[in-house]
């Protein structure tokens, strides 16, 4: 069984700030751990993805994550957030079977103040 | 390349009545996953459907709950006599399961059940 835990469930942050959404998972398997972003009322577009190698990932507006498998954390960060990153954000792992479903983690709301 | 397509994207339906939401995966995808969204929550599987097969459908409420992809056509998540409690966001998703994919899957836009 997996599961995966976000445990902030809303961050405030102000505009040009750093900000870090903290995912943790538990599986007993090897997994694939994903960050998906929702704007309001629309569906799930994927942020960025860790499948193997290189432990650190980037997505092209700016978000890196970094798997750490002592850790079991795939923490989300962004240097300078900008308006337009306010969105919920969904951590997400699967298994490394093919066709395994995602368990997704509760969600982290992050709020981009002026 | 067209997207993941669900309809409709807005349903308000009347406690007893029936729901039926439909999805047509991304061409070349031929897995189908099906999600809900409670709010407030996050995303909980329910069901994951090949062409004509369930896989996996242990996510599923046991009772008024069903699914299906067929041969030709979209999946189909059908649920009877709806409850005020079936009031979610049902999200569909494809996946093509090409090899080193990690098993990525591809989101709709989603279809908002309202139960009065």
């Known amino acids: 069984a997996q599961s995966v835990t976000q445990l902030d469930s809303q961050v405030p942050v102000f505009e040009e700030a750093p900000v870090e959404l903290r995912c943790n998972y538990s599986?007993?398997?090897?997994?694939?751990l994903f960050w998906y972003v929702q704007y309001p009322n629309q569906g799930l577009q994927l942020l960025l993805k860790?499948?193997?190698?290189?432990?650190l990932v980037e997505s092209i507006n700016g978000f890196e994550a970094e798997f750490n498998k002592s850790q079991t954390s795939f923490h989300l960060r962004k240097p300078s957030v900008h308006i337009s990153d306010t969105a919920e954000y969904f951590c997400?792992?699967?298994?490394?079977?093919?066709?395994?479903?995602?368990?997704f983690g509760g969600g982290t709301r992050l709020m981009v103040k002026p | 390349n067209a997207g993941v397509m669900q309809n409709p994207r807005h349903l308000v339906r009347r406690r007893g009545q029936e729901a039926r939401l439909r999805c047509s995966p991304m061409k070349g995808h031929s897995h189908v996953y099906w999600y809900r969204q409670l709010p407030e929550e996050g995303l909980k599987f329910m069901v994951y459907?090949?062409?004509?097969?369930?896989?996996?459908e242990s996510g599923m409420p046991k009772e008024r709950f069903s699914a299906e992809f067929p041969k030709e056509g979209p999946s189909i998540l059908r649920i009877q006599q709806v409850v005020r409690g079936d009031s979610a966001a049902y999200f569909c998703a494809s996946s093509p399961l090409a090899a080193g994919t990690g098993n990525e899957q591809f989101f709709g836009p989603g279809t908002r059940l309202t139960v009065l």
């Open positions: 860790y499948l193997s190698g290189s432990t």
């Open positions: 459907l090949q062409k004509e097969n369930i896989i996996d």
């Open positions: 599986s007993s398997v090897s997994v694939y």
């Open positions: 997400a792992v699967s298994g490394d079977n093919a066709g395994n479903m995602l368990t």
